[in-house]
């Protein structure tokens, strides 16, 4: 799927619902658990009632793989089951994932040729070599971690770097032997999230390689669209996490809407009972409703 | 399993050989390709064959993956296998998870629970939230990216930190109100994985974290030693990636070892006929018989 191909489907849906699928044995309705594959009879209400709703789906891994062997059998059927449901569904492996080439290559035959996910959330640590291998797969793509939702994202990822300074004073800027800078007045690293943002926008392009970034410090998200005007961003935080749709929409939209802002727990979980489902569809209704307004431009 | 119960076992065993089964379905010898688990017969071989020699193994999941469900399943039959075969083996999953606490706390679930690792490797970028679910499990592990093998690891694992400074000439050394550094001379940035490491030996201990360093930068294996004295050390890169024991002992072993020297390809392919598993027993009896002789004092 293409840039187009992802603003044509948010265009006609009126909606940058991505629905998180993180579904957890523990929460799923009483009625589902005695069933031979809960965990997919679970996603299948969820999906046939918020499809109309969503132009993305983000089963997230941890959840599947809790459940051993036949937790991923689930996901692959979860999979199948998006795909056949309505073709120009975006459909995102939230795993997380990256590691040496030749390693890597395997993930990306397992998400993108075993399963057909059209994305897949990847770790940025190890560098260029854990994500060129998904990039090779014409029409899929890659979310690369970039300014994550959680508190400890101040940990790493807010650090700022030396080697990426910003020169309030030019002409007393300079940099000793080894291109290390250093000023008679002061100096501002970057955050390591920019630089991973600017160094992986070099090795693919807006088609293949979208960015996560959360909902919990919006501001950000208008910060970023300095350096990267141009790519998708994967949004996740609204809800549970505090972060707001119209915060994302006002701080993080560019003109090809440039969003897929994820709901999780706020949608799968909005009931419990057997009108489960209905809550779900309620919920994502409310949600695209309320991004429709942001689409009308 | 504590570090001591760690030490015992590679004292015992006169090795700190790790296997890795990076098990991949299109290298492993025709006979076994149309058994109904080739990957599993594949590694109970090579299990069989290497036991003696080595006091840890480490399935690489991305090569299960790649199998999809059907994989998933025989990663669970190597584990159980390995923890039949030798109570005293060290498993780890190669999995370089890491997700916000609700999804970690699944992983754990799936790699502690369901299946019974010892350990799991995991990539520190999204911050403490990440590693701590796999902290709350007693007598298991996390193995966190620290300076990979890789060639990319430069991207973003070494790059200097602002943040983090040495202070070459501490009379002229500041800080302005942001907590930023400035100097009338200059400054010097410490690299992100050694605030990684600092860092995150804060949120356990010697028994439950270790780091992966790569064998190929071996002197970088003695500059971390210098502030992270005690914990163990995970190290790939040894064999086809270019590293070596000798110069991995030399740089990076402790008093208590502190090693645990991983050899994927080098072992598990190093024969393709009707005895391809003992080709494996050689090459790891190779291995150990090298590394016991930087454990005779």
């Known amino acids: 799927?293409?840039?187009?191909?992802?603003?044509?489907?948010?265009?006609?849906?009126?909606?940058?619902?991505?629905?998180?699928?993180?579904?957890?044995?523990?929460?799923?309705?009483?009625?589902?658990?005695?069933?031979?594959?809960?965990?997919?009879?679970?996603?299948?209400?969820i999906i046939d009632a918020t499809a109309m709703y969503a132009v993305a789906y983000k089963p997230n891994?941890?959840?599947?793989e809790a459940e051993g062997a036949l937790g991923w059998r689930q996901l692959e059927m979860t999979v199948d089951y998006l795909r056949k449901k309505d073709p120009s569904l975006f459909i995102i492996a939230d795993a997380k994932r990256g590691d040496i080439g030749n390693s890597s290559e395997k993930y990306a035959k397992a998400f993108f040729e075993k399963m057909d996910f059209d994305a897949i959330t990847l770790s940025?640590?190890?560098?260029?070599?854990?994500?060129m291998p998904f990039l090779k797969y014409p029409g899929k793509w890659a979310a690369v971690l970039a300014l994550t939702s959680n508190v400890s994202a101040d940990d790493f990822e807010t650090l700022p770097l030396l080697g990426h300074i910003q020169m309030l004073d030019d002409l007393s800027a300079m940099y000793n032997s080894e291109g290390f800078f250093?000023?008679?007045?002061?100096?501002?690293?970057?955050?390591?999230?920019?630089?991973?943002?600017?160094?992986?926008?070099?090795?693919?392009?807006?088609?293949?390689?979208?960015?996560?970034?959360g909902a919990t410090r919006p501001q950000k998200l208008a910060e970023i669209r300095i350096f990267c005007p141009n790519h998708f961003f994967l949004v996740p935080g609204v809800g549970s996490q505090g972060g707001t749709i119209a915060e994302v929409a006002k701080y993080?939209?560019?003109?090809?809407?440039?969003?897929?802002v994820n709901?999780?727990?706020?949608?799968?979980?909005?009931?419990?009972?057997?009108?489960?489902?209905?809550?779900?569809?309620?919920?994502?209704?409310?949600?695209?409703?309320?991004m429709s307004i942001f689409l009308k431009d």
Request: hydrophobic share 40%; proline share 3%; with cysteine.
């Open 1 to 45: 799927m293409t840039y187009l191909d992802l603003y044509n489907s948010i265009i006609k849906k009126r909606s940058f619902l991505c629905v998180g699928l993180d579904t957890d044995f523990a929460q799923i309705p009483d009625q589902l658990k005695n069933l031979e594959f809960p965990l997919f009879e679970f996603n299948k209400r």
């Open 124 to 131: 940025p640590y190890m560098g260029k070599d854990s994500i």
């Open 182 to 213: 250093y000023s008679t007045t002061e100096t501002v690293g970057f955050p390591l999230f920019k630089s991973v943002i600017e160094k992986s926008m070099r090795w693919g392009n807006i088609n293949n390689i979208m960015y996560v970034v």
């Open 252 to 260: 993080g939209m560019n003109k090809h809407c440039g969003l897929l």
């Open 61 to 64: 891994t941890a959840f599947y």
């Open 263 to 290: 709901i999780s727990r706020d949608i799968i979980y909005a009931g419990n009972g057997k009108d489960f489902a209905d809550a779900a569809a309620s919920k994502a209704a409310e949600a695209a409703k309320e």
